[in-house]
């Protein structure tokens, strides 16, 4: 899972293959953003989650939150080529504006 | 439609010379404005955030200073670059700040000190 000193996470898998990425924080938050990030470009943000929902979908995209393990999860199913980036989570930091981007998961989808 | 545009795409640029780079948003009015910083391979990292022309926080002190000259206007400056500079520099934007916000990037500068 990707947050705090640790290296950034890479995943390699076929495409067509469903993958999980993990995100802890340490820190109160009230929403979890989700953003995916492709070779030489900006962030773009994927699904927001907020605390008073577990689950999020969107397209080919999951999200699950659990506030009392300070977790979230991004899946992504059928994977495609397209989908090789980095996915960041980003909390609020103490509900305070200030968004905390994680360490990451660098993803390769092999084609 | 919104529009943020970053420039220059890169730079290289030598250890002590100065660095000035720019961002503009178009197509909304009055947004909240952000300046990260990611090294390669690295997290991003707030270093400033501005909510109105001519008001800039810091978050990091990285010997970098920014400025909001126009409403849609970010700017990100520094006298006298260092080797720990180098990284890929974002500009982002978002509609009121509070913390279930949609940032919105542009496209990076990626900066070489050398």
Known sequence: SQW???NLQALSIQEGEDVTMNCSYKTYTTVVQ??????????????LIRSNEREKRSGRLRATLDTSSQSSSLSITGTLATDTAVYFCATDHYNQGKLIFGQG???SIKP | AQTIHQWPVAEIKAVGSPLSLGCTIKGKSSPNLYW???ATGGTLQQLF????VGQVESVVQLNLSASRPK??????STEKLLLSHSGFYLCAW?????SAETLYFGSGTRLTVL
């Open chain 1, 4 to 6: 705090g000193e640790e």
């Open chain 1, 34 to 47: 989700w953003y995916r990030q492709k070779s030489g470009k900006g962030p773009a943000q994927l699904i």
């Open chain 1, 105 to 107: 998961t660098k993803l």
């Open chain 2, 36 to 38: 990260y910083w990611q």
């Open chain 2, 49 to 52: 955030y501005s909510i109105t």
């Open chain 2, 71 to 76: 409403d849609d206007q970010f700017i990100l």
């Open chain 2, 94 to 98: 978002s509609q009121t700040g509070e």
